[in-house]
């Protein structure tokens, strides 16, 4: 079975500029989940995706960051306009459902850095 | 208060001693727990999910659950060097993951 997908691996961008990171889940997920980690702390969702619907966004910071998953399959992450606080990695993680009680794997995630 | 707290580390045992992390939760109400190894610039693995009171062995693994003391626990017995990595500890409280910040464990050869 193939993994969660991510791409770029690796960002550098100046504040200001925008960024956008890719994701596509394992076969037959549906619920879809974006987190940050910051250097030095856990894993922080920022939006989780049921299908193509969003089901928890309230920790995304929505002035900058937006999210989409469209047609239920591969989705895309942006920050515009980027501040130096959003360097971190950013993680894409897939399940089955929503009924999270088996864990979820995380993909190789996207490291960005703002300079 | 956060929902997930771990001490920070770093943890150093002798290779081959037993390893003890803990965390613990805020909310009576979380239904399974989970233990996330990540080594240093990769994603996260889980490695360990209980969802009752008492152990769970897996291996060298054993994950220790007390919804009473609202406590979770990871053991690794004989240690190796390569179990040097930051464990995260995870909670599921109505179906939202909460992380704690991770203990970085080292294993001295």
């Known amino acids: 079975e193939a993994g969660v997908a991510q791409s770029p691996r690796y960002k550098i961008i100046e504040k200001r500029q925008s960024v956008a990171f890719w994701c596509n889940p394992i076969s037959g997920h549906a619920t879809l989940y974006w987190y940050q980690q910051i250097l030095g702390q856990g894993p922080k969702l920022l939006i989780q995706f049921q299908n193509n619907g969003v089901v928890d966004d309230s920790q995304l910071p929505k002035d900058r960051f937006s999210a989409e998953r469209l047609k239920g399959v591969d989705s895309t992450l942006k920050i515009q306009p980027a501040k130096l606080e959003d360097s971190a990695v950013y993680l894409c993680?897939?399940?089955?459902?929503?009924?999270?009680?088996?864990?979820?794997?995380f993909g190789s995630g996207t490291r960005l850095t703002v300079v | 208060q956060k929902e997930v707290e771990q001490n920070s580390g770093p943890l150093s045992v002798p290779e081959g001693a037993i390893a003890s992390l803990n965390c613990t939760y805020s909310?009576?109400?979380?239904?399974?727990f989970f233990w996330y190894r990540q080594y240093s610039g990769k994603s996260p693995e889980l490695i360990m999910s209980?969802?009752?009171?008492g152990d769970k062995e897996d291996g060298r693994f054993t994950a220790q659950l007390n919804k009473a003391s609202q406590y979770v626990s990871l053991l690794i017995r004989d240690s190796q060097p390569s179990d040097s990595a930051t464990y995260l500890c995870a909670v599921n409280n109505f179906n939202k993951f909460y992380f704690g910040s991770g203990t970085k464990l080292n294993v001295k050869p």
């Open positions: 993680a897939s399940s089955f459902d929503r009924t999270i009680n088996y864990g979820y794997t």
């Open positions: 209980i969802y009752s009171n």
């Open positions: 909310d009576r109400g979380s239904q399974s």
